[in-house]
């Protein structure tokens, strides 16, 4: 027979109960989240299971989240830099599509560098290609719906759009070939799921061929049996002796645009927005850009996007961004150059620059036009009787709020709060 032994519970000593605070401002949730509710209760901080603390110093914002955090939400985040390349001769590619990153169902990304005179064979998509120059100078090609080609170089900043459909091709020219990032208009494209002249030729019958091009069915003894993909050839020569081989004509629709030579629709000392759509790049249907930097202390303004979702791009320095949800949900996280992040359409966000360098990153979205709402502008445009009701504050304060869509946060505006 077992004997329990009860505890005269009158005797125990006192159970520690945590204490948590009312909600205050900037730490507004009931139960309080994060580490801010946690002063003398190191125990419930403890981290001490395994751990990847080169991982883990990427994310800071995931560790300790700011206060105004609240309950979870997809994540967000993905880069480049965890993606596997497939290397060739020529050069190599990356990608991330909805198979690899849940969220991203608008738009697929792939990362490509290719050497000096490398190849990226002729083909074509069943989507929508857009990819913007990170470095170096790359060689185009495509050829239009009435048949009409084009043939373009374009270098860092610049960007390119090919129609579903349209045939094209890539060559990195010297002196350093070209590295670039190529967006398509569905999250479901792979680059490796692409209609390659190579593998159309090889699985043709020899005798349809020759008949369709007119020559000897040895003409194609030689072709390869398996596709290309990426290849090195030799560098091209001049780009007016392609044009003219090509037999390109005047008046083709434009297939690449200066996006970083291109004027900026929102200028400061914070920063600047420079956009590419179908209004200042008429080929671009199907897929919006817009190009932001923002200086050392300056700031995405809180905003949101109510045709797309926005895909974003980090090109260069370190940023902080946090998506508001329905939920209420609010997370935070950190990006840094070849990340990859995603903003659902409608979700307010914002972005700040971290670091001590320039951030810069590219928003593409799938859409024909570049639409965004601002915060600022949207109160700015109401009765101030009926703000001042929504967030108790004084006549005052209200008037000291932009009353329009600033784009980037002044720097001096930012230091002042």
């Known amino acids: ?12 000593a006192p159970q520690q109960v945590p204490h948590h605070e009312a909600p205050t401002f900037g730490n507004p949730d009931q139960p309080a989240e994060g580490t801010i509710n946690l002063v003398g209760d190191t125990g419930s901080a403890r981290m001490e299971g395994p751990r990847n603390p080169v991982l883990e110093g990427q994310f800071p914002s995931a560790t300790n989240a700011p206060a105004t955090d609240i309950s979870t939400q997809p994540f967000f985040w993905s880069s480049f830099n965890i993606s596997p390349r497939r290397q060739q001769a020529g050069g190599w590619a990356r990608e991330l599509t909805q198979a690899d990153f849940a969220i991203s169902d608008e738009i697929s990304g792939v990362n490509m560098f290719l050497a000096a ?9 069943q989507t929508a290609e857009w990819a913007v120059m990170t470095r170096g100078r790359c060689r185009v090609t495509m050829l239009d719906q009435r048949g009409r080609p084009s043939v373009e170089d374009v270098e860092a900043g610049d960007i390119w759009y090919f129609p579903a459909g349209l045939p094209h091709s890539l060559q990195g020219l010297g002196p350093e070939g070209a590295e670039f990032v190529i967006a398509f208009d569905d999250g479901s494209q792979s680059e490796s799921n692409t209609l390659l002249i190579t593998d159309w030729i090889a699985h043709t019958p020899p005798d349809v061929l020759a008949k369709n091009f007119g020559v000897p069915v040895e003409t194609f003894k030689d072709i390869p049996l398996h596709n290309l993909w990426i290849f090195q050839g030799a560098e091209p020569g001049s780009l007016e002796a392609d044009r003219k081989a090509a037999q390109v004509v005047e008046g083709t629709e434009a297939v690449i645009f200066r996006l970083s030579r291109s ?6 000392d914070g920063g600047r927005i420079q956009f590419a759509d179908s209004s200042n790049f008429p080929i671009a ?11 050392p202390g300056g700031m995405r303004e809180m905003h949101w996007h109510p045709n797309a979702d926005e895909w974003q791009y980090y090109l260069r320095g370190t940023g902080r961004m946090t998506v508001f949800n329905t939920g209420p949900k609010a997370t935070t996280n950190d990006f840094r150059a070849g990340d990859v992040g995603v903003v659902r359409r409608n979700l307010g966000h914002y972005v700040e620059n971290t670091g001590d360098d320039v951030l810069q990153f590219v928003e593409v979205f799938r859409a024909d036009r570049y639409e965004e709402v601002s915060l600022a502008n949207w109160l700015g445009h109401l009765p101030p009787e009926l703000v001042m009701q929504h967030l108790n504050i004084s006549p005052e304060a209200l008037a000291s709020f932009p009353r329009v869509t600033q784009g980037i946060v002044p720097i001096a505006k930012a230091i002042g709060a």
Do not use: C, F, S, Y
Not at 285 to 295: F, G, R
């Open 263 to 268: 004027p900026a629709i929102k200028q400061n």
């Open 117 to 125: 005179g490398g190849i990226r064979e002729l083909h074509w998509h």
């Open 1 to 12: 027979m077992t004997t329990r032994t009860h505890q005269n519970t009158t005797d125990a």
């Open 285 to 295: 249907k199907t897929i919006a850009t817009a190009l932001v930097t923002i200086e």
